[in-house]
């Protein structure tokens, strides 16, 4: 295997001034090395991951990093800046950039020296090394393992033979120290073999880290908590769940441990096998940041005999909320747990809209009132599949709301959640309460399951606990409150907002129209962006939806189209005022916006939101209202142009589109026309007509 970082990836005077700047800086020399394919879409998968979660630590590291299709193989490329780039940090600007690259199908060795890096971060005079290094040979050196002064006086010339090679490219008094502490623990030693054998047992803890994407934070979270553990005098071991897969602890050391600490972003595989102790659980970067005082609040819950619920669900951590922190408010937790039950139930709108949509396509407007095909299905007549499509997506739609709900339930109390939630939102159907009876059972079986965990069950009654008497409990109540409590005045207040927007006509129609147009082009996919897009699935997600149902529909995704057109039509039209990344993100955003995928925008709201978004909402609200306005209606959830078919009075519909988007561009060239100072380009916001043909002479820098 070739070296993963070698000096022609190293750059010690990284003049970028925002973190999508050096990324694209230190992509550009693994394109030169051929170990990326494709710039624009790889730095379009680094920024999708910086996204989910900053990837600045505390002292001055950045560590922007993903798999992407587009890499050959593992690389390393190192950046570092004087003048420091805010990569999210709470500490304040990175002055030491690693960004990482790992191909989409990486074997575990490849991942396994990329955890080694993660680890060596953690070390204090691995990244003052670097700091001090004046060479990129003897810095790729340093990153590859080897010495620090072997390195210096080497330069750029290859490593000495076996150099490093023991810990896989992980410094000696790192990783290797890491791992032996680890074993020792996993092998129950409780003090070095010098130690006086009536030495008193230390404090144990066991703990799981696990990111996204399994690359970084995920081994530098399990670094950092070891070496508090050794400052606090504890015995800590820690199980990498990473994209390499991972290494069960034994149950032997799980069953002697005294607390336990998840510091993760997604799921804990296997949770339930550290069930009943004591637990703090927290997102991966607090792992990272503050070990000591998760260190510190775990050992105080197991002073205080704070224990697990039998079903493995660690208090203060759930499904949605795993990179939030502790201390967040219910006002974060409720929109996270709300947005898991959306991000469920939406490839059920989308399959089941789009079958519906098809079914009328091929059986005509009258194939809601066809027989079963159970019952009645010849194969040569398109009636018959029309029907057939209808039946399939109706079915696909019943699971909308029992979806929606068991979700959110499952995002407030993991697993228990489900059945309450899916029982609550069965009733929600029956009753006609639907999505506000949905979203109201899965909030309520969510708080049921989580008072019932907080209960002290005797052990005797542990092991039936999640599978008979939470599911049993929680169902009984969730079904009393809907069917007697609350279920009535949701099924109301349903029906009249159902009859409120049957009657909505001119400038009532209009102005809801522009309200979901604005919405929509906000926050580009993001949660005001996705309530707008659930409130008008939910309208259409029944057999029969009304003519104001199909026209909210229409409206939410021709506003959704604009952001992503009307930038690739400023691209085109006035090109100058882009950067070049720019006018490439353009091209992709014509496809984008007609596949109704509002995020195409993103890359232009990031680099200057002030202008981009405004313009975007205008233009939005503008689409929307005219398309309230012509009457379009539209039966698909999804499909942008390609369900142009589909759609009543689709001409109109179109002309909406055009407007919105001609509106969008032409703010947009006006607000970016307004602004070309110098050093623009130089931000990523705008490049001024000399600075543009410098770049389009200039090739990529090696």
Known sequence: MSEMITADLVDLDLSAESKEAAARTLAERMVAQGRVTDLEGFLADVAAREAQMPTGLDGGIGIPHCRSEHVTEPTLAFGRSAAGIDFGAPDG???????????????????????????????????????????????????????????????????????GAGAEGAPKDTATASAAAS??????????????????????????????????????????????????????VVETQGSAGFTRLDPAVIAAA?????????PVREKDRFAGKPTVDVGVKAGINRPADLITEVRAKAERGERTAPSGAASGGTPVDRAGDSTEGYGTKL?????????????????????????????????????????????TQADSWGALLFQIGGMAFNFLVPVLAGYIAYGMA???????????????????????????????????????QRVNIPAALRG???????????????GFLMFVVIGKPIAAA????????????????VLLGALLGLMMCFDLGGPVNKVAYTFATAGIAVASPSDSAMKIMAAVMAAGMVPPLAMALATTVRGKLFTPTERENGKAAWVLGASFISEGAIPFAAADPLRVIPSAMVGGAVTGSLSMMFGA??????????????????????????????????????????????????????????EDKRDAKQPIAA
């Open 93 to 163: 600007p990175a002055d030491l950039i690693f960004l990482i690259a790992a191909p989409a199908g990486a074997d575990d060795a490849h991942l396994t020296i990329l955890s080694s890096l993660a680890r060596q971060l953690m070390n204090t005079e691995f990244t003052d090394a670097l700091r001090a290094v004046s060479d990129p040979g003897a810095a790729a050196a340093l990153i590859r393992g080897e010495e620090p002064a072997a390195a210096e006086a080497k330069g750029a010339e290859e490593a000495p033979e076996g150099a």
């Open 183 to 236: 074993a020792d623990a996993a092998a129950g030693s409780t003090a070095p073999a010098a130690a006086d054998e009536k030495a008193p047992q230390p404090f144990r803890i066991v703990a799981v880290t696990s990111c996204p994407t399994g690359i970084a934070h995920t081994y530098m979270a399990a670094e950092s908590l070891e070496n508090a553990g050794r400052e606090a005098g504890v015995e800590l």
């Open 258 to 266: 005294d607390a336990v600490i998840f510091a993760h972003d997604v």
């Open 335 to 379: 929109r996270k747990w709300l947005m898991s039950g959306v991000s469920y139930m939406v490839p059920f709108v989308a399959a089941g809209g789009l079958l519906i949509a098809l079914g009328f396509a091929i059986g005509g407007w009258t194939v809601n009132k066809a027989p079963s095909v159970m019952d009645h299905f010849v194969w």
């Open 414 to 452: 993991d697993r228990p959640g489900l059945v309450p939630g899916f029982v609550g939102g069965a009733i929600s159907l029956s009753i006609n309460a639907g999505f506000l009876g949905g979203l109201a059972a899965g909030l309520i079986a969510g708080g049921v399951v989580m008072a019932i």
């Open 464 to 478: 039936i606990m999640p599978v008979v008497v939470i599911p049993l409990i929680s169902s009984a109540v969730v």
């Open 494 to 509: 349903q029906k009249g907002m159902t009859d409120w927007l049957n009657g909505l006509t001119g400038t009532n129609a």
């Open 633 to 690: 209606t539209l039966r698909a959830p999804h499909g942008g142009i390609f369900v142009v078919p589909l759609i009543g009075n689709a001409f109109l519909y179109l002309l909406a589109i055009a407007a919105g988007v001609c509106v969008s561009t032409a703010l947009v060239i006006l607000l970016k026309g307004t602004r070309k100072q110098p050093g623009d380009a130089a931000s990523g916001t705008s490049a001024t007509p000399a």
